[in-house]
């Protein structure tokens, strides 16, 4: 009789199918109630054991841990999360990955997974093919055609092992010990890129006999430690705090592992009196995530100092440039990208405010009560280099824009993009408005002539009452269209008025300053004044559909 021939492509398509699987699985759920956990993951994680809670549960329901670093990283960026708490979700996402393994454990082994798998297969097509008008239903069939890829990859694996599992002789291993075992795990999982997949290979090979217990315990261990390596890669080229969450990922896993190992047989011992499973299949993927909750319990207490020590790591990475929030945020979590995107506008906002105070040549001394970050943006320095400045971070936040827009924006969404975007434009046309005239203020403000010395007067004290009622209309916690200040509409009188005084004393007592000028000085300072007034409607309306942070 011919011996079975182990068919590696089919082995690889199953390798395949399953990744697949998980993928269509990510993307559906992403779809379905991708926001929800993004807005659970906001919300609920101002303490890292709260963080290590929600991580495995979104982890757990999503079956996706990178989908999971991404928002993390992300919230990270926008300041929505700090790296302690960032930390904690990171733990509790590899706790929740372990949950694919016990659903594979329990379903995948005791049914005909074939046959299981084309229910899913059949009406998930279906529903995804002919249902592209209903984006509920469609997504429900990209879930279906997912899991049922899932289970189809599963029995390709299983299947192939088992047609050779009597002609495998691992005895050749077995003399060079366990840490064999471990190395294959690592590389394996690096190179599928899942340790999911990894588990699922696992439980095939000891379901066909291949390995025992034990072995499959150490691969186990291998898989969590090469699972660090797609993060790892995914950080090489990151911003500080993406390299510092890969690195805490990479310790957590690799020391936890190494600890496991040397510690494995009385581990595998001791869960096997108490828990008497007599399945080794259950038995392994209770190990796994026994693994998990030791490392949790070792490295939850350290996390405030591990927090510490990894700041201190990767300054060289801190993000370049004028912007500070944007630079950190992928804009594949559109939340927290519009929400950075919202921070980085109001230190626009700052730098704005900064510039005109600076062309008033105001004293500091006469704001004592300005916040510290403000009191660093008001010290005297070059208006032209403050300009500039300001024109790199509108350059930046719009580049950033262009790409959020190629993301699936909800309605809400786009159109908050749109209000901070014109507020930009417009906070950058008020600094504009003023640049063109500072050098003609300057005169002004070192003219003799009593005209000019009361119209530079006006001018900047009326500038700077707009500017603190400005402050004060920001502090407001709620704001609607009917709330709109009639003072922000007033500037057209206030220009009429000072026209109109302008030219009765020139009439009286003719001026040595030139008249045209005044008049183009008066122009653009209500001009930015409007234009400051306007960047502040576009940007606080709507501010209670937005994340706070």
Aim: charged share 20%; proline share 2%.
């Amino acid at each position: 009789m011919q011996e079975d021939i182990f068919d590696f492509w089919k082995f690889l398509a199953g390798i395949g199918i399953f990744l697949w699987g998980m993928h269509q699985l990510e993307v559906a759920i992403k779809e379905m109630g991708g926001k929800s956990f993004r807005n659970l993951l906001q919300k609920f994680t101002d303490s890292a054991l709260k963080g290590v809670f929600i991580g495995t549960l979104i982890t757990a329901i999503l079956q996706s841990s990178s989908l999971v670093t991404l928002m993390v990283l992300a919230f990270l960026g926008a300041g929505v999360l700090n790296l302690k708490n960032a930390i904690g979700v990171i733990m509790g996402a590899n706790l929740g990955t372990t949950v694919t393994a016990w659903i594979v454990a329990t379903l995948g082994f005791k049914l005909s997974v074939a046959d299981f798998a084309m229910p899913f297969l059949g009406l998930g097509s279906l529903l995804y093919l002919f249902t592209s008008s209903r984006p509920t239903l469609r997504n429900i069939g990209a879930f279906s055609v997912g899991f049922g890829l899932l289970f189809l990859g599963l029995d390709f694996m299983k299947t192939s092992i088992e047609a050779v599992a009597d002609q495998i002789d691992l005895s050749q291993f077995h003399s060079y010990g366990l840490w064999i075992y471990l190395i294959i795990g690592i590389v394996v999982t690096a190179l599928i890129q899942s340790s999911s997949a990894m588990v699922v290979i696992i439980l095939s090979t000891m379901n066909a006999g291949v390995i025992d217990l034990l072995e499959g315990a150490v691969l186990v261990i291998g898989s969590n430690i090469g699972t660090t390596i797609t993060v790892g890669i995914g950080a090489l080229n990151g911003s500080a705090d993406k390299k510092r969450l890969a690195l805490a990922h990479f310790l957590f896993n690799v020391i936890t592992g190494v600890l496991v190992f040397i510690f494995i047989r009385p581990l595998v011992d001791f869960t096997m009196m108490v828990f008497s499973i007599k399945d080794p299949l259950m038995e392994l993927v209770l190990l796994n995530t026994i693994i998990n909750l030791i490392g949790i319990l070792l490295f939850f207490p350290l996390i405030p100092k591990a927090e510490k020590w990894l700041k201190r790591r990767f300054i060289s990475d801190e993000p370049i440039g004028v912007s500070v929030y944007i630079k950190n945020v992928s804009v594949q979590v559109p939340e927290a990208a519009i929400s950075a995107l919202e921070k980085d506008i109001q230190l626009a906002f700052e730098k704005t405010i900064a510039f005109m105070y600076n062309v008033w040549n105001h004293s500091l001394s006469e704001n004592e009560n300005i916040s510290i970050w403000r009191r660093i943006l008001l010290q005297p320095k070059d208006l032209m280099e403050q300009y500039k400045e300001l024109k790199v971070l509108e350059d930046e936040l719009t580049n950033y824009h262009i790409d959020l827009q190629e993301q699936n924006l909800s309605l809400e969404e786009a159109q908050r993009l749109t209000s901070l975007m014109l507020s930009l434009r417009t906070l950058v046309y008020a600094a504009k408005d003023l640049k063109d005239v500072m050098h003609n203020i300057q005169d002004l403000e070192n003219e003799d002539d009593p005209l000019a010395v009361d119209f530079y007067n006006d001018l900047r004290d009326y500038s700077f009452g707009f500017i603190a009622k400005l402050n004060d209309y920001i502090k407001l916690e709620t704001f609607k269209e009917e709330e709109e200040p009639a003072w922000i509409g007033e500037n057209a009188k206030q220009y009429k008025k000072w026209i109109g005084t302008l030219y009765e004393r020139i009439k009286i007592s003719p001026s040595e300053f030139p008249v045209s000028t005044l008049t183009n000085v008066i122009k653009q300072v209500v001009s930015c004044l409007d234009n400051l007034g306007s960047s502040i409607i576009h940007w606080k309306f709507r501010k209670k559909d937005v994340i706070d942070i």
